[in-house]
T-cell receptor
Framework: AQRVTQPEKLLSVFKGAPVELKCNYS??????LFWYVQYSRQRLQLLLR??SRESIKGFTADLNKGETSFHLKKPFAQEEDSAMYYC???????????FGRGTSLIVHP | NAGVTQTPKFQVLKTGQSMTLQCAQD?????MSWYRQDPGMGLRLIHY???????DQGEVPNGYNVSRSTTEDFPLRLLSAAPSQTSVYFC???????????????FGPGTRLTVL
């Protein structure tokens, strides 16, 4: 069975500090991985996906198949980055992704 | 396009009452799903559908029913509300996978339900 683990419920940093939100997965095949973000009282929206290898709002995430990880990183956090972040995995035969429990990021001024 | 819409935005029920949460999408997406979001539990899948007339259970289906008579609509029914169903409910839709890869989930704005 596939599983997504986000070990931190809460991550608190100061503005300008680097940020790393951890995501580990368990799946024996080749997964597709995503990060979704939910700003306060808003709907969830896609932040980035590993296939695109893109940087969105300064965030990047690299799929490490050896460590089965897909950590989200940003070198300099901004207050507007404060949100709930969800890692999600879509396996080869699935229609619907599996989400982690989420990490709440708080960026202090 | 309106995307994914949900009604109502807020609802308060008494234990034992029933109600239907509405979800609609205008993107002609094949896949639709319902999640509940609880503090510390993240997003948990309740039910999903891969097309009109086809539904299946997710991680936490007990106490909920769904049907998918059209591509656009995917209502979630609470049969007999319980306080444990107090949560925020999100509906999502996505298109069929292509050979190239991913299918992004588009979420509705959510319904905040309180069961007393």
């Amino acid at each position: 069975a596939q599983r997504v683990t986000q070990p931190e419920k809460l991550l608190s940093v100061f503005k300008g500090a680097p940020v790393e939100l951890k995501c580990n997965y368990s799946y024996s095949g080749s997964p597709e991985l995503f990060w979704y973000v939910q700003y306060s009282r808003q709907r969830l929206q896609l932040l980035l996906r590993h296939i695109s290898r893109e940087s969105i709002k300064g965030f990047t995430a690299d799929l490490n198949k050896g460590e089965t990880s897909f950590h989200l990183k940003k070198p300099f956090a901004q207050e507007e980055d404060s949100a709930m972040y969800y890692c999600a995995l879509l396996s080869g035969g699935s229609y619907i992704p599996t989400f982690g429990r989420g990490t709440s990021l708080i960026v202090h001024p | 396009n309106a995307g994914v819409t949900q009604t109502p935005k807020f609802q308060v029920l008494k234990t034992g009452q029933s109600m239907t949460l509405q979800c609609a999408q205008d993107m002609n997406h094949e896949y639709m799903s319902w999640y509940r979001q609880d503090p510390g539990m993240g997003l948990r899948l309740i039910h999903y559908s891969v097309g009109a007339g086809i539904t299946d259970q997710g991680e936490v289906p007990n106490g909920y029913n769904v049907s998918r008579s059209t591509t656009e609509d995917f209502p979630l029914r609470l049969l007999s509300a319980a306080p444990s169903q107090t949560s925020v409910y999100f509906c999502a839709s996505s298109s069929k996978r292509t050979s190239g890869g991913y299918n992004e989930q588009f979420f509705g704005p959510g319904t905040r339900l309180t069961v007393l």
